[in-house]
T-cell receptor, first 112, second 114 residues
Framework: KQEVTQIPAALSVPEGENLVLNCSFTDSAIYNLQWFRQDPGKGLTSLLLIQSSQREQTSGRLNASLDKSSGRSTLYIAASQPGDSATYLCAVRKSSGDKLTFGTGTRLAVRP | DTEVTQTPKHLVMGMTNKKSLKCEQHMGHRAMYWYKQKAKKPPELMFVYSYEKLSINESVPSRFSPECPNSSLLNLHLHALQPEDSALYLC?????????????FGSGTQLSVL
């Protein structure tokens, strides 16, 4: 059974700092990995999707990398802003079937 | 239009009530999903519809009954729920159920069962 873990569970940083969020998965036979952000009590917003054949994806201040063989992905946020405060979830899609398995999430707080 | 719209945003119901959650998208997506999310936990998949047909049921209790009347709409009918069913219910859609598809989520319905 695929298990997805995110470390740290919570993170508080001052504004302007660069930071890295980690995602680990136990079964490396994935097709893609997606990063989402979720504001409290709200739905999920897709940030980046990395196919299994890709190593990284970039969107603005966000960069996501994927190392399938080691079962790891990182989300790099440059020059963090208070508006980046949210819970960040990674999710992997299994090698068969349609299920998206979510990680445990990292709650990020960016202090002004 | 790149939105998935869910109504209502909040719902309070008793254990004997019957209610429905609604989800709508106009992106031409042919796959739609229901997820359940408890506080401070990741979303858990409940159902997947592909081309208006139920393709995945993650062993969800029968008090939850999904319905996909057309390619743009997805309903979740609720009956005789328990207090432990209180959660945020999220709808999502994707173009298809292919492994490469990006999911788009609605803002959710916060359900409280009394």
């Amino acid at each position: 059974k695929q298990e997805v873990t995110q470390i740290p569970a919570a993170l508080s940083v001052p504004e302007g700092e660069n930071l890295v969020l980690n995602c680990s998965f136990t079964d490396s036979a994935i097709y893609n990995l997606q990063w989402f952000r979720q504001d409290p009590g709200k739905g999920l917003t897709s940030l980046l999707l990395i196919q299994s054949s890709q190593r990284e994806q970039t969107s603005g201040r966000l960069n996501a990398s994927l190392d399938k063989s080691s079962g790891r992905s990182t989300l790099y946020i440059a020059a963090s802003q208070p508006g980046d405060s949210a819970t960040y979830l990674c999710a992997v899609r299994k090698s068969s079937g349609d299920k998206l398995t979510f990680g445990t999430g990292t709650r990020l707080a960016v202090r002004p | 239009d790149t939105e998935v719209t869910q109504t209502p945003k909040h719902l309070v119901m008793g254990m004997t009530n019957k209610k429905s959650l609604k989800c709508e998208q106009h992106m031409g997506h042919r796959a739609m999903y229901w997820y359940k999310q408890k506080a401070k936990k990741p979303p858990e998949l409940m159902f997947v519809y592909s081309y208006e047909k139920l393709s995945i049921n993650e062993s969800v209790p029968s008090r939850f009954s999904p319905e996909c009347p057309n390619s743009s709409l997805l309903n979740l009918h609720l009956h005789a729920l328990q207090p432990e069913d209180s959660a945020l219910y999220l709808c999502a859609s994707s173009q298809r159920t292919g492994f490469w598809e990006k999911l788009f989520f609605g803002s959710g319905t916060q359900l409280s069962v009394l």
